[in-house]
């Protein structure tokens, strides 16, 4: 059975920081592209980062380019994402996605 677990959500000011992290089991890891998308209150869910099964492909949205970052440690099934500068617009539930496969999602919460 597949399973993602998202963590490293919480409250953060605008211009800073937060890592979250998501473990996969259930599956062959290191064989398989990984995505992380948002959902903010009253909007669709949308894409946020992906990166390729080797880690050396990272994509990211437009709104996100340049202030975050995906990352993966195979040898710990887990893939993070770093954000900086991070804005109010940031503001969303964060999901872990691999194929048809989502994790419970983490909130973060860009306030003052």
């Known amino acids: 059975q597949v399973q993602l677990v998202e963590s490293g959500g919480g409250s953060v000011q605008p211009g800073g920081s937060a890592r979250l992290s998501c473990v996969a089991s259930?599956?062959?890891?290191?064989?398989?592209?990984m995505n992380w998308f948002r959902q903010a209150p009253g909007k669709e869910r949308e894409f946020v980062a992906a990166i390729n099964w080797s880690g050396g492909g990272t994509y990211y949205a437009d709104s996100v380019k340049g202030r975050f970052s995906v990352s993966r440690d195979s040898a710990r099934n887990t893939v993070d994402l770093s954000m900086s500068n991070l804005k109010l617009e940031d503001t969303a539930v964060y999901y872990c996605?691999?194929?048809?496969?989502w994790g419970q999602g983490t909130q973060v919460t860009v306030s003052s």
């Open positions: 996605n691999i194929m048809n496969f």
């Open positions: 259930g599956i062959r890891f290191s064989f398989s592209d």
